[in-house]
C-alpha cells in the first residue's frame, strides 16, 4: 500500500496540481456548493485542498445548511397524549354471535347495500382477525378508547362495547383494568366506561375549536390488536354523512385507519381530541386512507348526558322530512334549494298539533337558517325535550312563524305496515298520464292501496317518471299541493304547472309506507 503525503504541509507547497481531484469528484462537489448557495468563486490560485475545508466559503455553506428548517415531527405530541389512549377488549355470550348464515349482525347498513360494502365499521366483535365466535362461544373483540377524567371515566364506541359482558381495558403502560358501561347512544355510535383501580389516569381534553380543512391529525389506537399505534394524515372534509343516520355528521381524515382504531381518539397538533374514529371508507376491507370521526362537540353533548342519567334525550318535532332539490325548489317558487321539506307530519306529533302540513319547507330554527334536512335533525336532536323552539316555515308559498314545544323522540321507530307492496295486483290497466311515462288508477279501485290518491299501474321505464324512481304500486296523494283522486286530476294539475311556466311539477307519493316529494319534469309542448 502507498502512503499518501499530504503536500500542503510542505514549506515549499505554493499551489495544488489539478490532478488532485479528479475531474468527477470535483464536478460532484462543485455542485454541492453550487446548489447550497456557497460561492464558487472562493476557489482562487492561493487555495489549496487543506484550505478548501477551512475557507469562508465552506463556512458559508456550513451556515445556510443549519438555517434549513428539519421536517416537523409529532414525537412530542405523542409523547404528551399517548398515555391517555387505551386498548378495549370485551366478551360477549353466543347472543350476539354471527348468525348461522354468516351475516354480521353489527353491520349499521342493511345486507348486500351499497352503503354495507363501502363503510365498514372497525372495531367490537367483528373487527379484530383472530377473534373467537359462533353458536355456543363467546365472542371476543378489540377497540379503542381513551380517558376523559383521572376517574376513569372513558370514551369508545357504541358498537365496540355493545352488548359485552365484559370489558376489560389494557393502559399504555400494560396494566390491564375491568370497566363498567356507563351508558351507550346508538345514534351516534358512542359509549361512555367507567374504569376502576386508579383516581390519576392520564387523561385527553375534547377540543373546543373546530378543525379546519387541512389540519393535522394523528390517529391512535389499537389497529390489529397492536396498541399504542400511531398514525398521522390531515383533515380532508368535515360534515360528512356516510348514511349512518340523521345525525350523521362526521369529519373525514386521510390517515391510515384499521380495525381496532374503533373508538379511538383523532388528535390535533395541540394534543386535544377533535374527534372518535368510528368508520372507514373500505371496498377492501381493509384501509385505503380514509377514515371518519365524530367531531368533538358532538362527543361532548353526548358524554355529558350518559354520565348524567346513562342515556341520550333529543328533542321530537314529529315529522319525516326530505331535502329540497333544485326541481323541488323551482316546483315551489323557492330562491335557494335549502331547508327541510315536511314529506309528512306524524299525527299527533308536535309539529301536527302546530298547524305543520305536508309540503310545507322549515326554512330556520330559533332564526338560525336551516341548510338542509340533516341540519335540522342534528338541530333538534341536540335540543332538550320540553323546549319551545321558533320556527320559520314556507306555506304554499308564503313564509309564517310557528311556535312549539318539543317532544322527546322515542326510543324505538314504530315500524310501519308495508302494504303496498302487491298494491298494484288486480288493478285495471288505469288511464294515461300524457308525457310523464305512466298510468295511474283510483286507489279505492285497487285492492290494499287505500281510499286516497291514484295507484300508478305502469310505467315507461325509459319516461321523465322512471327516472325519479316511480314504480308500479305507489300512490300518489297530490300532485302541485292539490290532493288528487283520478288520472284527470294529476292532467289538470300538470297543465296548472304549465300555465304558470313551471319547469317541473311536485308530487307527493306514498311508497312503501311512507311519503316523499317528488319533483317531475314537465316535457314542453
Request: glycine share 12%.
Amino acid at each position: 500500500m502507498t502512503d499518501r503525503i499530504d503536500l500542503s504541509n510542505l514549506p515549499s507547497y505554493r499551489q495544488p496540481r489539478r490532478s488532485v481531484f479528479s475531474a468527477r469528484r470535483f464536478a460532484l462537489m462543485a455542485s454541492v456548493v453550487a446548489g447550497l448557495g456557497a460561492a464558487v468563486y472562493g476557489f482562487g490560485p492561493s487555495s489549496s485542498p487543506a484550505d478548501l475545508f477551512s475557507s469562508p466559503a465552506h463556512a458559508q455553506v456550513n451556515n445556510e445548511v443549519r438555517k434549513v428548517e428539519r421536517p416537523i415531527g409529532f414525537a412530542d405530541i405523542v409523547e404528551r397524549v399517548k398515555p391517555s389512549v387505551i386498548s378495549v377488549k370485551v366478551n360477549i355470550k353466543e347472543k350476539t354471535a354471527s348468525n348461522d348464515d354468516g351475516d354480521d349482525s353489527s353491520s349499521p347498513f342493511q345486507p348486500g347495500s351499497p352503503m354495507e360494502r363501502f363503510f365498514r365499521r372497525f372495531g367490537g366483535p367483528d373487527g379484530f382477525p383472530g377473534m373467537k365466535g359462533g353458536r355456543g362461544r363467546v365472542v371476543q373483540g378489540q377497540g379503542s378508547g381513551f380517558f376523559i377524567s383521572a376517574d376513569g371515566f372513558a370514551v369508545t364506541n357504541n358498537h365496540v362495547v355493545d352488548g359485552a359482558d365484559k370489558v376489560e381495558v389494557t393502559t399504555d403502560d400494560g396494566k390491564t383494568y375491568t370497566a363498567k358501561v356507563i351508558g351507550t347512544d346508538q345514534r351516534t355510535d358512542l359509549a361512555l366506561i367507567k374504569v376502576e383501580g386508579s383516581s390519576s389516569f392520564p387523561f385527553a381534553k375534547l377540543a373546543d375549536a373546530k378543525p379546519r380543512i387541512g389540519d393535522w391529525v394523528l390517529a391512535v389506537g389499537n389497529p390489529f390488536g397492536l396498541g399504542g399505534t400511531v398514525t398521522a394524515g390531515i383533515v380532508s372534509a368535515s360534515g360528512r354523512d356516510i348514511g349512518n343516520g340523521p345525525y350523521d355528521d362526521f369529519i373525514q381524515i386521510d390517515a391510515p385507519v384499521n380495525k381496532g382504531n374503533s373508538g379511538g381518539p383523532a388528535f390535533d397538533t395541540n394534543g386535544e381530541v377533535m374527534g372518535v374514529n368510528t368508520a372507514i371508507y373500505s371496498p377492501s376491507g381493509g384501509s385505503v386512507g380514509i377514515a371518519f370521526s365524530i367531531p368533538a362537540s358532538t362527543v361532548k353533548s353526548v358524554v355529558a348526558q350518559l354520565k348524567d342519567k346513562g342515556s341520550v334525550s333529543r328533542g321530537w318535532i314529529g315529522v319525516q322530512i326530505q331535502p329540497v332539490t333544485s326541481d323541488i325548489a323551482d316546483s315551489l317558487g323557492m330562491k335557494k334549494a335549502e331547508g327541510a321539506l315536511v314529506a309528512e307530519p306524524q299525527a299527533n306529533g308536535p309539529a301536527a298539533k302546530a298547524g305543520i302540513e305536508s309540503g310545507d319547507v322549515i326554512t330556520a330554527v330559533n332564526g338560525e337558517t336551516v341548510k338542509d334536512a340533516r341540519e335540522l335533525a342534528r338541530t333538534i336532536g341536540g335540543m332538550a325535550p320540553g323546549a319551545t323552539v321558533k320556527l320559520n316555515v314556507l306555506h304554499k308559498g308564503q313564509d309564517k312563524v310557528v311556535n312549539m314545544t318539543l317532544g322527546q323522540l322515542p326510543n324505538t321507530v314504530e315500524a310501519k305496515a308495508d302494504n303496498d307492496n302487491d298494491s298494484g295486483k288486480g288493478a285495471s290497466k288505469g288511464t294515461d298520464v300524457p308525457k310523464l311515462g305512466m298510468t295511474v288508477a283510483p286507489a279505492n279501485s285497487v285492492a290494499g292501496a287505500g281510499k286516497e290518491g291514484v295507484v300508478v299501474t305502469e310505467v315507461d321505464p325509459k319516461s321523465a317518471a322512471a327516472e325519479r324512481g316511480f314504480k308500479e304500486g305507489d300512490v300518489i296523494l297530490e300532485v302541485g299541493g292539490k290532493s288528487v283522486a283520478t288520472a284527470g286530476d294529476v292532467r289538470e294539475a300538470i297543465n296548472t304547472a304549465r300555465t304558470d311556466n313551471k319547469n317541473s311539477v311536485l308530487m307527493r307519493v306514498k311508497s312503501g309506507g311512507q311519503s316523499r316529494f317528488v319533483a317531475v319534469p314537465l316535457a314542453k309542448g
